[in-house]
């Protein structure tokens, strides 16, 4: 399972859950992250699961 | 074509769509509808809105969703703050947004909020507490229904 992350305006991240909707990761990339975002497709398991700080989560 | 009864052959029913036989495309007006509201359980005369879009997601630990209807993927934008993106856009954004939550992390009282509505997403916060001003809170359960 993948995520997709990028950047937000405020220089935290915002991490796209795909539902199994018929569309390939890529085709709900470029649907749903913000046009002219970059993005990144991750592995599900290099998103911190501990969400005590989750509003402070940077891009590395 | 005419319903045609024959006592060899049973019924030939019309055929008016261009597929094959007798389906559902070939029931119109007030059969189709009888058919429908029947199937539904519905009765009167109240017209049946349909759901639009629809999804159930755990917001807490690794957000996944559980299951969805025309949702092509929800955007974790923080604590207690999601968008539902649509597979197919609305067709403006006066749709109704219809949620619930269930908090297993606070164990409190939970509300659903609207943000941000547009065509292709719905933003929605999700507080907890009792507090005059309930912080955003994640949801174990967080379910988001569109009516339109």
Known sequence: MNRIIYQTNEGGVAI???ADCGLTIEEIAAKD????KPYQI??????????TFRNAWEMT | MAIILNGTTGITTPDIDSTAGFDGEDLTGDVAAARITGALNATGSAPIYACRA???FNGTGAVAIRAAGNVSSITDNGVGDFTVNFTTAMPDVNYSTIGMCGDLTYGS??????????????RILTRSGYTASPATGDAAITCITIFR
């Open chain 1, 16 to 18: 796209i859950v795909p």
């Open chain 1, 33 to 36: 992250v913000p046009a002219g």
């Open chain 1, 42 to 51: 991750v592995d599900v398991v290099d998103i911190p699961t501990d969400r």
């Open chain 2, 54 to 56: 629809w999804v159930n």
């Open chain 2, 109 to 122: 009282a939970t509300y659903l909020e609207g943000t941000t509505y547009s065509t292709t997403a719905v």
